[in-house]
């Protein structure tokens, strides 16, 4: 199985469209393991997760390179492994989880792990857990013909018998961090009026683990509500939209949500304020626009991190390439090579911000094929390079 580093991109692209799951890669050329990470989970159980991708490098460097191995251990944790080929040689294994596949998470929460933890990992059932494998196999091109099952024997690693316990600071670190990544990327795919993405992500956190007065679901879910409407309002104010509309959206749900006290009314009332945000950033940011050209930079935001360019967008929009460059620089002022840029440079700010991906898993992510190219179109338009950029981010 041979995979590259845009591969891994866009595999991982995939697979949190469909579930949170952390990528644990061991690169065998220079024994070294890098994670990219949508879970947040204490150093404890990361450590947990480096062991496994090492059990299973182990596994996969004398195995059937044609199978892919799904790993459970004695915390009810579960990961998915696999290999990557050069002929018969492994280069690097890739590790998928942790997850868990128990029908009633009630039967082991609270055991040997506090509940904080289980609320962070996702529940995959056996039939998504197949579909996942094969979205991998699709996505690489593998010959993958069957599966194995590995059971971890707990006098492997002698933990069976370890009460993992969190501390109140630690147990407060990760509700806020997981609350805090869920406003950003919930915000960030509704100040690019992107519907789909905004709902997929608010469908992936337990609004229930937000609970600051826990005997009163529905003021939890009000506050946060409240909370989503607010920060929606204020971070698409830089969309250049008027601000009577925004008035007008923002005060329209803050009235519902006070007058709202079902708990299904309440989260159908969050689905609703998302889909109008993102509807007023889409009509609002290409109001100006012609139709050709609203449509060319709609195509141009869906389709970023692919290899597009004026001959692909003219030919998908079914127009004449020599028409729309002449209107799209006349209208917005800039090439679509130059807009395409400033989309791709916007996102990987955002993921800059918010991730630890290395500067070149980036650049693959937001659809450059070379580390330096987007390394030097960055420093084009930031004025400083990735590097300098995500170092600064806090200050």
Known sequence: MKINKEEIGHLYDIVISIESLN????????????????????????????DICNKMNDVLSSSNTNSVYYYENDLG???????????????ATITMGPYLNYKDVN???????????YDCIPIINQNKEKALADIVIAVTNSPINKSEFINMKSEEIQKSSKIYTLDNYEKDILEIKKRYAFEREVLHHINNGDEKKALDTMNKFKISSFERFPD???????????????????????????????????EKFAVKIEYTNSLKQLQQLMIEMIKEYCNLVKKCSNNNYS????KAIN???LNFNQEIGLSKISRDLFVHK????KKFKEEVGKTTAEYINE????????????????????AYYVGYNDKKYFSKVFKSIEKISPSEYRKCKDI
Do not use: C, W
């Not at 039967?107 to 933890?117: A, E, G, H």
């Not at 139709?291 to 609203?294: A, E, F, P, Q």
């Not at 020599?322 to 460059?325: E, M």
């Open 77 to 91: 944790f579960r990961y998915m492994s696999f290999g990557m080929y050069d002929l018969d040689t492994l280069v």
């Open 107 to 117: 039967d082991i929460i609270d055991v040997i792990i506090p509940k904080n933890i």
């Open 23 to 50: 990528f644990i890669i061991k690169d065998n050329r220079d024994n070294k393991i890098s994670n990219i990470n949508s879970i947040e989970l204490p150093n404890q159980f990361q450590e947990i997760s480096l």
């Open 322 to 325: 020599t028409n729309l460059a």
């Open 216 to 250: 009163m679901p529905i003021r939890n879910t009000k506050n946060l509500a409240i909370t989503l409407n607010t920060l929606a309002r204020k971070t698409i104010e830089n969309n250049n939209i008027d601000e009577y509309y925004l008035h007008r959206i923002s």
């Open 291 to 294: 139709i050709l050209v609203s």
């Open 343 to 362: 989309i791709r440079i916007k996102e990987s700010k955002h993921i800059l911000q918010n991730t630890t991906l290395s500067i070149e898993d980036i």
């Open 299 to 301: 195509y141009i935001k």
